[in-house]
Nanobody
Framework: QVQLVESGGALVQAGGSLRLSCAASVRNFDDYAMGWFRQTPGKGREFVAGINWYGDKTNYEDSVKGRFTISRDNDKNMVYLQMNALGTEKTATYYC?????????????????WGQGTQVAVSS
């Protein structure tokens, strides 16, 4: 079983930056690929970024490429999402997810464990 706890959500001005963190409670964290998803009110969760078990391969949703960076620290069981130049994003809840595979995937259904989410609000 993997427990995931996100933190770092806040109200941020358009153009600003924010870093989300996800702490994983699991023995073999490097057995898991990780992902960040987000959900706006009334919509389903969408893939934002994914990272493989080692941290040397990443993937991003097109609209965040060049602005968001996913990273992980396997020694600390942590995953991060650095978000820069926020502005096109609407207020959303960001979720951290763990996949019991070494490689990431953009499919929500392919992740096995989810955190409770952290809210990010962007003010114009």
């Amino acid at each position: 079983q993997v427990q995931l706890v996100e933190s770092g959500g806040a109200l941020v001005q358009a153009g600003g930056s924010l870093r989300l963190s996800c702490a994983a409670s699991v023995r073999n964290f490097d057995d898991y690929a990780m992902g960040w998803f987000r959900q706006t009110p009334g919509k389903g969760r969408e893939f934002v970024a994914g990272i493989n078990w080692y941290g040397d391969k990443t993937n991003y949703e097109d609209s965040v490429k060049g602005r968001f960076t996913i990273s992980r620290d396997n020694d600390k069981n942590m995953v991060y999402l650095q978000m820069n130049a926020l502005g096109t994003e609407k207020t959303a809840t960001y979720y951290c997810a763990a996949r019991r595979q070494k490689t990431y995937d953009a499919g929500e259904a392919l992740y096995d464990f989810w955190g409770q989410g952290t809210q990010v609000a962007v003010s114009s």
